[in-house]
């Protein structure tokens, strides 16, 4: 998914971002605010992933929400 378009849907998808991790709060997800080098940073931070497994997961999550 192009990154310009996650940003711009990003409004939409932080309630599906908050169901699949529900450890990142609301503050956190508008900080995130649709950028994708931030959400991986956020899922290291919160659930201890390596970098690799923290952009897979985000990318599954923006592979599936386009």
Same mark, same amino acid.
């Given at each position: 998914?192009? %990154?310009? $378009?996650?940003?711009? %849907?990003?409004? /939409?998808?932080?309630?599906?971002?908050?169901?699949?991790?529900?450890?990142?709060?609301?503050?956190?997800?508008? /900080? $995130?605010?649709?950028? @994708?080098?931030?959400?991986?940073?956020?899922? /290291?931070?919160? @659930?201890?992933?390596? %970098?690799?497994?923290?952009?897979?997961?985000?990318?599954?999550?923006?592979?599936?929400?386009?």
């Amino acid at each position: 998914m192009n %990154k310009e $378009i996650i940003k711009g %849907k990003w409004n /939409q998808l932080k309630g599906e971002a908050k169901v699949q991790w529900g450890e990142l709060t609301d503050d956190e997800l508008d /900080q $995130i605010d649709g950028d @994708y080098d931030k959400m991986v940073g956020k899922l /290291q931070e919160k @659930y201890g992933y390596e %970098k690799a497994e923290a952009e897979r997961e985000a990318d599954l999550f923006f592979e599936k929400h386009s």
